[in-house]
């Protein structure tokens, strides 16, 4: 049999390939495993901003450009203040986390940085055909998602679309410690949509409007809505804006678990790792590449119990209630940030509670919806 050119190949190097790649290098495992990082991309822009919940200090702090230890949820009825502790909702920049990555990786001796798109995988000759060139390996983690998880029947689908602007004001109008988490005060439609606010200083802050939505919409929306929110909520009339973004998750209950094969291993959006129910996908990333690791190490399959077959069931009763009845997303995101702890909250997205605790915060979301979409999904 020919040697494969490398031992592994990454493809794609963004957020799971990139904590792959970090994590594979740091262990001694895996030292003199030739492995390569293949991405079109040369991801030198801030292309997207996380933001993720954590106890305590985490092995990213010197990356996170602000956190929080308060928040609020905001309805036109009410207003709830969210004590994170011990918790602290974290922000940490892609360019920020990019850099950091590249620049440990490219002291590697084993790993390498390749400018190419993958466009097939030949599990049969094990090679992974590029625009450029083609790359032989062992085992490909192929962030790719598939192209048909949109048109499945038997999978919900609800998309995470939002735009973001940073503005910067004259006057102070934000307070720096207390972000906003959801404000359903300004709507569209009969869908589910709120305001969020990361405030960054006393006069700047990054307020996105964001949709969970089973359609997508124009940008003119986006624009429409911050305005009005920024005029009528915030109250501000002279504003500059001097950053934006804007993204599109999909949060879905598709099986992409079925794509993973002997030879090939699907990461990131591509492996079902965006968690289904919130659309968060950092640290989710960081416990499934742990996850994957050791199973590696112990000779297991790399995707072998990367979920946990009840929750995905619970996300896949949240989103099948929200794609039929989208209308409910206020009420029911009331009812969860009032009826709980936040402290619980954070624990059951991810995935960290008992039955009884999960049974509790089910019923506290209780719509006839539920029993429809649970015989649904079963």
Not at 181 to 188: A, T
Request: with cysteine.
């Amino acid at each position: 049999m020919i040697t494969p050119d490398y031992y592994y190949v990454i493809v794609g190097g963004g957020l799971a390939g990139l904590q792959l790649a970090l994590t594979i290098n740091r262990d001694l495992f895996f030292k003199g495993k030739k492995i390569a990082i293949v991405e079109p991309s040369s991801k030198s822009s801030n292309d997207k901003t996380w933001c993720f919940w954590e106890e305590g200090r985490g092995k990213w702090d010197h990356l996170v450009s602000q956190q929080w230890h308060k928040g609020k949820f905001i309805t036109s009825e009410l207003t709830k203040d969210l004590q994170l502790a011990p918790y602290s909702y974290k922000m940490l920049k892609s360019l920020d986390f990019y850099n950091y990555v590249k620049a440990e990786l490219k002291n590697s001796e084993d790993i390498i940085f390749i400018k190419d798109k993958i466009t097939n995988i030949d599990q049969v000759t094990r090679t992974a055909i590029g625009e450029k060139d083609n790359y032989t390996a062992t085992h490909f983690f192929d962030s790719r998602p598939p192209t048909d998880f949109k048109n499945d029947e038997k999978s919900s689908v609800i998309y995470q679309h939002f735009k973001g602007i940073t503005i910067q004001t004259d006057k102070d109008h934000f307070d720096p410690e207390v972000f906003t988490m959801m404000d359903y005060r300004i709507k569209h439609e009969e869908s589910t949509c709120f305001t969020y606010i990361l405030p960054l200083s006393k006069n700047k802050a990054l307020i996105e409007f964001t949709f969970f939505t089973p359609f997508l919409t124009e940008d003119v929306v986006y624009d429409r809505k911050l305005e009005e929110y920024i005029r009528t909520i915030l109250k501000i009339k002279d504003y500059k804006i001097i950053d934006s973004e804007k993204g599109i998750i999909p949060m879905t209950d598709y099986p992409f678990h079925k794509f993973n094969t002997k030879y090939v291993t699907r990461i990131g959006t591509a492996g079902g790792w965006v968690k289904a129910s919130s659309g968060y996908s950092f640290k989710n990333t960081e416990i499934k590449v742990d996850k994957l690791i050791d199973n590696i190490k112990s000779g297991l399959k790399p995707s072998t119990n990367l979920f946990s077959k009840k929750f995905q069931k619970y996300d896949a009763i949240f989103l099948d209630v929200l794609e039929k009845r989208n209308d409910l997303g206020e009420s029911l995101f009331t009812k969860f940030y009032t009826k709980n702890s936040i402290q619980d909250i954070f624990r059951f997205l991810d995935e960290e509670t008992s039955f009884s605790e999960e049974l509790k915060i089910m019923l506290s979301l209780y719509h006839p919806q539920f029993l429809k979409s649970f015989f649904n999904k079963v």
